[in-house]
């Protein structure tokens, strides 16, 4: 039973337009929520998190949203750049566990 | 500083051999974590160590896995007997003390079983 599911598989967005990635969940026991990056042959890369308290939270052009009533969340890139090309993974916390679930990931194409 | 560091960065071994594999954390850090990444598959933990309390191994896929923590820094994760579906990247990370703290990860060791 997957808990944490990025259902686009990939995407393409244009230098300098808007990337949104998504990421649903159904355990509502989940109170923190974190997005990272994953180039080829390096581990995932921290960029943002967000604690189930709060609804947004911003840092330089990334930008998380959670709507803990539809257990959804996104991360926003704007403007994309062509270095953010890489796998972006969704993960949460347990309010119970210190473990993170993850997502299968979506690869982000930004093309030039 | 420096991120976590783990070896070796790549490993080949046939089955039924066992293999360790190394994390040196992030300084500081009292919390380490093993996660694996299958191919075309998301993270999947594996077990979890927080200062000198009892490790959380939920994860372990099967009695041929194991990890320890020695001196709450660096971790060996072992596995005994390989077998082809132990294949995979595997994944150290750490974190600060306290809740709601993110995990930095190393890049992994690229483990191939023939």
């Known amino acids: 039973d997957q808990q944490v599911k990025q259902n686009s598989p990939s995407l393409s967005v244009q230098e300098g337009r808007i990337s949104i990635l998504n990421c649903d969940y159904t355990n509502s026991m989940f109170d923190y929520f974190l997005w990272y990056k994953k180039y080829p042959a390096e581990g995932p890369t921290f960029l943002i998190s967000i604690s189930s308290i709060k609804d947004k939270n911003e840092d330089g052009r990334f930008t998380v949203f959670l709507n803990k009533s539809a257990k959804h969340l996104s991360l926003h890139i704007v403007p994309s750049q062509p270095g953010d090309s890489a796998v972006y993974f969704c993960a949460a916390k347990s309010k119970y566990g210190n473990k993170l679930v993850f997502g299968a990931g979506t690869i982000l194409r930004v093309k030039s | 500083g420096a991120g976590v560091s783990q070896s070796p960065s790549n490993k080949v071994t046939e089955k039924g051999k066992d293999v360790e594999l190394r994390c040196d954390p992030i300084s500081g850090h009292t919390a380490l974590y093993w996660y694996r990444q299958s191919l075309g598959q998301g993270l999947e933990f594996l077990i979890y160590?927080?200062?000198?309390?009892?490790?959380?191994k939920s994860g372990l896929p099967s009695d041929r896995f194991s990890a320890e923590r020695t001196g709450g820094s660096v971790s060996t994760l072992t596995i005994q007997r390989t077998q082809q579906e132990d294949s995979a990247v595997y994944l150290c990370?750490?974190?600060?003390?306290?809740?709601?703290?993110?995990?930095?990860f190393g890049d992994g060791t690229r483990l191939s079983i023939l």
């Open positions: 990370a750490s974190s600060p003390q306290g809740s709601n703290q993110p995990q930095h």
């Open positions: 160590f927080q200062g000198n309390s009892a490790p959380d």
